[in-house]
């Protein structure tokens, strides 16, 4: 508490020092410009004495629109009497991005007109600039594209068996949301594979370590066969799992192969009550036999190469199936006096022979079963045992436990004992071995229940890929810097390197986090919190500075002003409070007027206005002491610091056309593109401005579809290089790259 103290009051004296510093520098600014202002009065005077009665006064070069509307008069000979804002002085020095915050009696200048238009879903207007001719649009297609360089995510923490090495370098192939990824572990780079449409839930490799098969769930349930070995990776086959009788979903597959060099089958099994069991001839489309398994859920189904015996099992179920051409028949597991081993679930499973099937159970436990019958049953773990795999030497488990274990055989090969264990909670408090893969030097892979993905050799770990495992809610990108922070409801903040393309930090908290955004300067973090609670955070130590709750319910925005000295909060209690960062963030106003949540909140370029949209798709404006404005007509010449409410008039073509609802919205800050991503997971990219009626379909937009659900937030990186995308039920972050077109060459004479 002391330390936290000092800092506080470090920061404050800082703080007081850089306002006392930007005060004097101001008031020496006044008063040289105030008399360059002298100086050109004098001129215009001189000029006024000798224009004609009743013409118009001359303009001063740099005068503001308010300034000349309030500020001139003329009379007699038309001499004006001029006068300037702070704001004119600033701007004359060429210090206006550090001009003070304009009165609402500039806006009540701006005349309403009969200008605006409305369209669907906006529950208003919004209003052209009133130069609008100055500001003609031409319409044009896009000239940025996307490109997909990282995903942040891994589905281990609902999924099992789902990651594997691949390929002559062992390459780390798995899936998040509905890609099939890549990873090159020495250049820390990944290859994607785009075909599947829906959330990928389960992954086979062939024995070559080329093919990989990946299942999707939804309402077209289908497999995909392709090349891990080639970039980007190649299809090889499509199968539609409505023809084997799947419906809801592929949830379990496996290669029938004996050898690298035989294509074999390839078995599915269906998220259908039925649980329908089919055989493929996955080169020629083609079902070779199936068969109803039941109604119990199952996790898993394998292959045992040396006998062709495929094994399934789930929730009190293990069948030994034999495939004969096109008939299939199972055998169901014996038990015999183990009777109480039944009603567990069989979670896992491998082969230590043509005969000899181990399989691991919800309840911590290793069993070997020799042909169907259970033979040996070993409390392996405290918590049920996710992955198996097997290696020449062992036989490795990883449990809920965190740890993995590696088994050998008492020469008789009736029992069991472990030979050295590796724990994996170094790199998480609840790591949950999930997914176990073996290469042929010895290494082992794991992925955890907490979305991580690590690699084992002997005693040490090392971790290939962070992810959140909880919903991603915010995302805030650097303002200087190549980096970015991300919160969720897994209650961690992490901060990652855009360049480098690795996790950071990490801080773990004690509530589920919805919002985040950068100060100005990039040195502090603004965190909202799902059950209406503020933070601030410094970013180089992840110490808490302050923190409030002025809310019950979510925020659902936060961001700083551009001078960073104030901080507007949105929450789901349809309020937009405004922070006074100077004053240790004390409330300066409350804004209420909203009917519904708000849920995005921008401030203008010179920090003197909000505008914020509610969930019923109505925009509202605001000052920054918090006194609302009459409407839209108001800001219509308003330069917007950020553009992330999706309602307004340079941004009304967005809408037009486009084949589902908008979620989120970026502006490139250079401001010749806008990111917006849709309901159904796609992450478009459009001109800006993008007007209705301009002619653009939604087609000339460039676009990818990685994401298998909502993208909850989509921003660009500094110096547009990349737009990020963050996924909710996904939990996947992609990175992608923003293409500029390519250079016209110049024409040599």
Known sequence: MQRTEARLAALEAELHGQRALLASLQREHAQALDAQLAACNAVAATAGAGSKPGSPPAKAAGTSTSARRGGGSSSGGGSPTATASGH????????????????????????????????????????????????????????????????????????????????????????TSSLGVVYNKETNEQRFFTDHTDNIVCLAVHPNKKYVATGQVGPEPSICVWDGSTSPPRSLAFLNGKLAGHAGGIIALCFTSKTADDDGLLVSIGAEPAHTLAVWDWRKVSISAKAEIGPNKIYVVETNRESGTIITAGLCHLTFWTVNGNAISGEEGDFGKNADASSQAMMCCGFAGPTSTLVGTSEGELTVWERNVLAIRIKAHNGPVYALCVSPDFVITGGGDGSIHFWKFADDKRSLAIAKTVNASAISSTPSIRS?????????????????????????????????????????????????????????????????????????????????AYSPCGNFAAVGLLNGGLMVLEVNSLKVVTAKKDRVSSITDTKYSPDGLLLAVTSRDATLDIYDVAENYALKATCSGHASPVTHVDWSKDGAYLQSCGEAND????????????????????????????????????????????????????KRALAVALEDGTVCLHSYPFVRGNGIKEDDAASGKVHAGNVNTVRFSYGDTFAVSAGTDDMTICQWRVVPPPKTPKKTS
């Open 619 to 670: 925009m509202l404006y605001w000052t920054s002491s918090g006194k609302q404005l009459k409407g839209a007509h108001q800001v219509r010449d308003v330069e917007w610091d950020t553009m992330t409410c999706p309602f307004g008039w340079s941004i009304s073509g967005v809408w037009e056309g486009a084949h589902c609802p908008i979620q989120a919205m970026d502006r490139a800050h250079g």
């Open 88 to 175: 004119t002085r600033l701007k004359l020095a060429g210090l206006e991005n550090a001009s003070p915050r304009r009165s609402s009696k500039d806006l009540a200048l701006t005349p309403k007109s009969d200008s605006g238009i409305s369209y669907p879903p906006l529950a208003g207007k919004v209003y052209p600039p009133t130069d609008l001719k100055a500001r003609a649009v031409t319409p044009r297609k896009c000239p940025y594209t996307l490109q997909l360089t990282h995903v942040f995510g891994y589905r281990g923490r609902d999924c099992r068996n789902n990651v594997r090495y691949v390929g002559p370098q062992n390459d780390v192939a798995f899936f």
């Open 436 to 516: 176990l893969s073996v290469n042929e030097n010895g290494g082992i892979l794991f992925g955890t229940g907490t979305n991580e993905i690590a690699e084992s050799e002997g005693a040490s770990i090392k971790i290939l890929l962070r992810s959140h495992f909880g919903e991603v809610a915010g995302l805030a990108m650097h303002p200087s810097k190549l980096k970015m922070i991300t919160v969720g409801h897994d209650q961690t903040l992490r901060i990652w390197s855009l360049q480098t393309r690795r996790m950071l930090g990490v801080l773990h908290l004690d509530e589920a986090l919805s919002v985040v």
